[in-house]
């Protein structure tokens, strides 16, 4: 496994690799990797003959700098996981070398709508920042395919707009959410929860459900459903940040039209800030 810092190393074995007629199936992180990472690889490698993971911290999208410091960086550990999981290059720049000038006087892509909407509106910046470092590092890997979890449910739905309105030739693979056996949502951030904290967070994901299960048993009702809940999990000992019911397809409020809904989840329980999702099908009478 090749593991390259720089974009010159980087772009001549994709060269290498595209003349040799490889399929490039791309894998972006920002390290500290757990098994929700490992299945993204799994599905990547059933995509590319080549596997690149990128690990970078990107300062772009953090609002507070106290998170961005706190961010665990585990770059060993990562890099054996990956190695063990089949990867073939992993790309683990710096921010002086993705953002040579400073993120003051940096180029940036931002997503119209779909950024200021949701967890957009409480982390102004965020899907900027994303959109920004999701588009770079496509253009140094070039990827036939690039895999994300459908954890990050908003996040999923911004790249895949972001491709299609900026005609890149990509394929972009949504891999479903991997669950710890009690049903919470694998994720960096669970590590900093303590061993009190870790059994009460299933009661996310089960309060989510509980959401899904109203909706197909008929309830439309979704503000009743938002507070109920919300009550529940502050009940549990968590901080609700926000519950959001909309169109799957648009993240809009949901309508008459809608197909389905997207039940987002987003809660504090301690230092960590836990988020879930599931798609809640309609049918309509």
């Known amino acids: 496994m090749l593991v390259v810092n720089n974009p010159l190393p980087l772009r001549e074995q ?3 690799w595209r003349r040799e007629g490889r399929a490039i199936a791309f894998v972006p992180t920002m390290g500290n990797l757990h098994q929700g990472h490992l299945t993204l690889v799994d599905e990547a490698r059933r995509h590319g003959e080549k596997v690149v993971v990128s690990i970078f911290v990107n300062p772009m999208q953090f609002d507070k700098a106290e998170d961005l410091a706190n961010y665990p960086r585990t770059l060993e550990q990562d890099c054996a996981a990956l190695e063990a999981a089949g990867v073939d290059l992993v790309f683990t720049p710096t921010p002086e070398i993705m953002y040579p000038e400073g993120l003051a006087s940096q180029t940036f892509v931002e997503v119209p709508g779909i950024s200021s909407l949701l967890e957009g509106a409480l982390r102004p910046g965020h899907f900027r920042g994303v959109s920004t470092v999701v588009t770079k590092l496509f253009n140094l890997v070039q990827p036939d395919v690039a895999c994300f979890g459908q954890k990050d449910y908003q ?9 299609a309105d900026m005609a890149m030739p990509i394929a972009i693979v949504g891999v479903p959410t991997v669950r710890a056996e009690d049903g919470l949502a694998l994720s960096s951030r669970n590590g900093y929860l303590t061993a009190e904290e870790r059994a009460i ?13 109203q909706i197909a048993g008929g309830n439309r009702d979704l503000a009743a459903l938002v507070a109920t809940a919300s009550a529940r999990l502050d009940e549990a000992g968590f901080r609700t940040d926000a519950i959001d019911i909309v169109d799957a397809d648009t993240l809009e409020a949901a309508s008459a039209a809608s197909q389905r809904l997207v039940i987002l989840m987003a809660a504090f329980l301690g230092k960590a800030r836990l988020i879930d999702n599931c798609v809640a099908p309609l049918t309509h009478p």
Do not use: D, S
């Open 201 to 213: 967070a299933p009661e996310l994901a089960r309060t989510m459900h509980w959401i899904a299960g």
């Open 155 to 163: 996040q999923l739905a911004l790249i895949r707009k972001m491709v």
């Open 14 to 16: 994709i060269g290498q």
